[in-house]
């Protein structure tokens, strides 16, 4: 079956340290995106990116880094700079690197900082 | 600032009720817009989109929307609501003269259906 795997689906983290979530998409869709969900707030883009080694920053990309060495990859690293790390994370992915048609979503990541 | 407005945090409805929930944007020109769904436990999914045409639009599990172009909205509605509608609504939008590559959500909406 043709997706998004996010993994894992709960991770916690020691105050100070880095973590990175992972996302894998076998739908060869080019776009791929970060979003963070919290309570009461909707989803706030983090990165973005549409063609592999190329990704732009969101609308809070503050404390988190992101690479696109494949097409199919896109993993998120939350860094001890991120003032409130503790968070729902959802990775998504578009044809043809626009948002025009239908975003797929994967089943997220519950982030906490202990 | 250009936004997305979903002014409904929390529905409670019992079942056969009407649903409508209001989701109005600020951005100007040509906008794609769509609502997705979370049902509790699972993934987004795409309820409908719009992009161009007739402006009512039908979605899945008896979802449909209205463009208003006039008022800036997408509202959604459903006739009778189930109990199995109970899930969190986002409505999302991507205004193609301000940010081509990004899709904006709203807040979300999240609908409790008694039976």
């Known amino acids: 079956d043709g997706g998004i795997t996010q993994s894992p689906k709960y991770l916690f983290r020691k105050e100070g340290q880095n973590v990175t979530l992972s996302c894998e998409q076998n739908?060869?869709?080019?776009?791929m995106y970060w979003y963070r969900q919290d309570p009461g707030q909707g989803l706030r883009l983090i990165y973005y990116s549409q063609i592999v080694n190329d990704f732009q920053k969101g609308d809070i990309a503050e404390g988190y880094s992101v690479s696109r060495e494949k097409k199919e990859s896109f993993p998120l690293t939350v860094t001890s700079a991120q003032k409130n790390p503790t968070a729902f994370y959802l990775c998504?992915?578009?044809?043809?690197?626009?948002?025009?048609?239908?975003?797929?979503f994967g089943q997220g990541t519950r982030l906490t900082v202990v | 600032a250009q936004s997305v407005s979903q002014h409904n945090h929390h529905v409670i409805l019992s079942e056969a009720a009407s649903l409508e929930l209001g989701c109005n944007y600020s951005y100007g020109g040509t906008v794609n817009l769509f609502w997705y769904v979370q049902y509790p436990g699972q993934h987004l999914q795409l309820l409908l989109k719009y992009f161009s045409g007739d402006p009512l639009v039908k979605g899945i599990k008896g979802f449909e929307a209205e463009f208003i172009k006039s008022k800036f909205s997408f509202n959604l509605r459903k006739p009778s609501v189930q109990w199995s509608d109970t899930a969190e609504y986002f409505c999302?939008?991507?205004?193609?003269?301000?940010?081509?590559?990004?899709?904006?959500f709203g807040t979300g909406t999240r609908l409790q259906v008694f039976p």
């Open positions: 739908l060869n869709h080019d776009a």
């Open positions: 998504a992915s578009t044809d043809n690197g626009g948002v025009y048609t239908e975003a797929f």
């Open positions: 999302a939008v991507n205004a193609p003269l301000y940010n081509t590559d990004k899709l904006i």
